[in-house]
């Protein structure tokens, strides 16, 4: 039996749907027939001592610190285009499990106590991103307004912005979430966790790749760091994933809308 999606009208009589785990507000996926089975099968899922989770609000820099994380672990400056069905531990499907032959780099914006058990058990590091909740709100309209069907949002600026004061949108209230996490940072004092905020990443990548590296214990010599951050600017990245967009044309208007952006969204303010 699917589980329907969730739907609700904000204030303003805009429709807003979301894929509906319980107490855990998902995106719109077409591709997962029931929610709630998804956050059991994330929660049972087998993990490598040495993966790595980045986990934050949506639109705090996942697919950029995964790319990075990636990179410095591959010792590489190889891109890998994201996909959200092999990435993504909350949208991988139940017939695909990235195989376990070397270390993985997942990314999330499930909250701690939602991520595998293995990641207590098998002390796995954690990197949770945070970022200025104004930029957050924008990057995300940006997004959502450019999205069709069930996964976009037709209201204004405006509109939205109280949604997200009121009630927040995938992955529920912005400022629960942060307190979430940052409470059970607090209450696991023994688990690796390495807290990345977006602007440290803006305004010294390089610093900040040198920081990850230390964090995962990989050793990388620092012309690396400077190469990766060369590598991962937000408009090479844009770049380097439109023939990945052009595969999610029935979700965004044109390959030209979604991941990453300008890394700077004080515009609308």
Known sequence: MTNPLLELKDRFGNTLYFGNGGDVRFAASTWIPDFRQQLRMVKEMELRHDDVIVAGYPKSGNHWHQQIIRMLIQNSTDYKPN?????????????YRPPATGPRVFFSHLLFRHLPRQVSQKKVKVVHLVRNPKDTFVSMYAQLSEMKNEMGYSGTWEQFFQ?????????????????????????????????????????????QIGKLDKFLGLDRDPDLWQAIADTCTISNM?????KTLKSLDSVFHDSSAGIYRKGDDLRLW
């Open 83 to 95: 996909t959200f069905t092999t990435e993504v531990l909350e949208y991988i499907p139940e017939s």
């Open 163 to 207: 949604v997200m004061l009121e009630w927040g949108f995938w992955h529920g209230d912005f400022f629960d979430h942060l307190l979430d996490w940052e409470e059970e940072i607090t209450a696991h004092p023994d688990h690796p966790f390495f807290v990345s905020p977006f602007e440290h990443m803006k305004r010294d990548p390089v610093g």
């Open 238 to 242: 844009r770049a380097l994933e439109e």
